[in-house]
């Protein structure tokens, strides 16, 4: 499976039977070489369905989905939001999107594991690496994908997890065979 982030909060999975957008605009949707079945709102504040032809999934919202060989959980956020874990190929993603406040010990529990996490660099005012870095290891996250709106923001995220020269990639390959020991930090360019 590979990621590739389009946007603040949103970014493209490919995989060998599915791709998944995750909020993605009107522009992204219509975009070919973003070409996807599946499409995944985090929360109201990114999209409406009001674009979407008919051969497109869309999920927004809390539940149980499979599309295509691809497992998708959602799950509520604290403040209406919803966060996902997907599998895609193998690979188990969690995606919190922006949440607003920090979940639960109850919400956390209920994600199982995570092989990649793509995460806020804030939660609601707050920095949030200590928090993030305490839910990787409790989901044993191998990659971490940091999402964010501001480069001042992003920078907090990044001393905070000591990843200050960060270099930026085009995407993440991930391979179930091949997964690192412990968390990699990876910053992916914004398409």
């Known amino acids: 499976m590979e990621i590739k982030m389009l946007g603040d909060y949103a970014a493209f999975f490919k995989g060998k039977k599915e791709n998944i957008l995750i909020n993605p605009s009107k522009e992204m949707l219509s975009d070919l070489k973003f070409n996807s079945r599946i499409v995944l709102y985090t929360s109201d504040v990114f999209g409406n369905s009001g674009f979407l032809n008919g051969e497109r999934v869309l999920i927004k919202g809390p539940g149980e989905y499979e599309v295509g060989g691809v497992e998708i959980n959602g799950f509520n956020g604290e ?22 406040q920090e979940l639960s010990p109850k919400r956390v529990e209920k994600i199982d594991s995570a092989d990649v996490l793509l995460a806020p660099v804030t939660i609601g005012e707050n920095g949030s690496f200590k928090l993030i870095k305490e839910w990787s290891k409790k989901w044993g996250v191998n990659y971490l994908i940091p999402m964010f709106e501001k480069d001042d923001e992003l920078k907090k995220f990044l001393d905070a997890a000591d990843e200050e020269g960060l270099e930026t990639i085009d995407s ?11 968390l990699e930090v990876k910053l992916l360019k914004k398409v």
């Open 79 to 100: 403040n209406g939001d919803t966060v996902y874990s997907v599998v895609v190929d193998g690979i188990s993603v969690v995606i919190l999107g922006k949440i607003a």
């Open 172 to 182: 993440l390959k991930v391979e179930k065979d091949n997964l690192p020991d412990g």
